[in-house]
């Protein structure tokens, strides 16, 4: 792969709840804390190198499932990075996971405490595969075998807070949210609004902020900037200055692009 970060359609046995799957390879070389920004999808990571370190603490674990991101989140590569992801969909991970995906949000949760000897195997076999077809078909063999359901109530109501379509969130749907998704309507459906700002930014003519704001469905560029407090406890600006890196690569994922960002 010529590119540091690399994406790749899922197979069709897996397109009900995987997004994507997804690779990036770093030297290491750029120690530049990496500000993430939450996209609604849980994932699936696999360090084939140097785990990252987390907002400043230890690393990661070498196999682990990351839920919902509803605050900052920092990571900085401790080495050369090679990693491999699954993204989910939004409501894709309840039957990988095996529990609620509220017990999730906001954590990075070592798969090997969560599904035993079968993630430390699949852990192995993907280090040990000599190419990113075999690793992929790995990992997608994994998230295919413990698939489970998707709720059609909650699938339905993703697509239309992706689409930007207000939603009146029963106790109910309240409740199938914290289940299959692990955020409440009304924060899945801010995630996707401050997503569309990546959208907009990473055009090749990208519009000032304000322009970008109106864009992405917020009020005005105060409103915007809240959120990027928010989400990454930093200004646009400050964004604006990171050119490279793991944040940079999935900002500009083209996979949330294909729905209207969510």
Known sequence: MSAPYHEWAPRTASTAHVRCLWSFQSDGADAEPQRIAPDGCPELILHLGAPYAENEGPQQPAILFAGQITQPLTLSARGPVSVLGVRFEPDGARGFLGRSLADATDQRVDLRVLHGDAAHDLLNAVLTATDWDGRRALAESYVA??????????????KGLSSGEDVEA???????????????????????????????????????????????????????????????????????????????ALASSQSYKNDGGG
């Open 145 to 158: 075998s413990r698939g489970g359901a998707v709720h059609p109530e909650v699938r339905a109501t993703v």
């Open 170 to 248: 029963s106790r109910q749907l309240q409740r199938l949210f914290a289940e299959h998704v692990g955020v409440p309507p009304r924060m899945l459906a801010s995630i996707f609004r401050f997503r569309r700002v990546f959208d907009a930014i990473e055009r090749p003519e990208a519009p000032g902020w304000v322009e970008t704001a109106l864009a992405a469905g917020y009020f005005d560029q105060p409103q915007m900037a809240r959120d990027f407090r928010r989400f990454l406890g930093c200004t646009a600006t400050d964004w604006a200055r990171q050119k490279a890196g793991l944040a940079r």
